[in-house]
């Protein structure tokens, strides 16, 4: 497998990309792929069905100029930015376990549990659906698109996250796993005690994805995405 340490600037292009990388795999254009990226700066995403005045505290991302976009993925809306790691797996489907959406759940969050348990020494829970967790508390949250061929997996790992400004910037979500038990979100998440190098080694290792001697990216396909859809109200507040 290979592995794309790659972050851009505009939030548009970082959301854009995870999606060409499973499109240029469906097309045949490359294989498995484990990209990870951090944003150098603010934004929430939400999941593919909610709605941003149910899920975002609108006049506060306003106020702060922090913009709103949609994913191609389910779940729920998070806020990215520095010290939210992401990762995003490109894996084919006829693969192992991986050949339904619960099954896929169960084949990716197992293994990276697993490998954080191990890299953290923390006793890391597998907690609603997707989510990873300790002793309660979340610090990744996990989605996934499925094509014929290819899912996509991706998710968010807090290291060093400023989870006060996710209470400012988020509202209450409107659907919630049963554990989390209508707690706040700093009642809720917590950041991993582990730096950016760690936890993308761990991924690494999870997933025995190996950096490429020259990291070709679907550039076309992630630009085109990013004019014809990401940059787009159409698109970002269509529900």
């Known amino acids: 497998m290979k592995f794309l340490d790659l972050s851009f600037d505009d939030p548009a292009f970082n959301l854009a990309c995870d999606e060409a990388l499973l499109e240029a795999a469906e097309a ?71 050949l ?14 697993r490998i954080f348990s191990m890299v953290t020494g923390e ?8 989510d990873l967790a300790i002793e309660g508390r979340k610090f990744s949250g996990n989605a996934q698109k499925r094509k014929a061929g290819f899912f996509l997996f991706h998710g968010t790992i807090l290291l060093d996250f400023d989870l006060e400004l996710v209470q400012r910037l988020l509202l209450p979500p409107s659907k919630e796993p049963d554990y989390r038990a209508r707690r706040s979100h700093l009642e809720f998440i917590r950041n991993l005690p582990i730096s950016r190098n760690d936890a993308k080694a761990a991924l690494r290792h999870a997933w025995h994805a190996h950096r490429p001697e020259n990291e ?11 004019e014809g859809k990401y940059r787009h109200d159409e698109w970002n507040y269509k529900f």
């Open 28 to 98: 045949g254009e490359s294989g498995p792929v484990l990209r990870c990226w951090e944003s150098p700066s603010y934004f929430v995403t939400l999941g593919y069905t909610n709605r941003a005045a149910v899920e975002a505290n609108l006049a506060a991302c306003k106020a702060q100029n922090v913009p709103i976009l949609r994913r191609a993925s389910g779940g729920g809306t998070v806020l990215q930015g520095p010290g939210c790691l992401n990762y995003a797996l490109i894996y084919p489907i006829q693969a192992g376990q991986a």
């Open 123 to 130: 006793n890391i829970e597998l907690a609603g659906h997707t």
């Open 216 to 226: 070709v990216w679907p550039r076309e396909r992630t630009e085109l995405l990013v």
């Open 100 to 113: 339904n959406v619960g099954a896929t759940n169960d084949f990716v969050m197992h293994k990276n549990c």
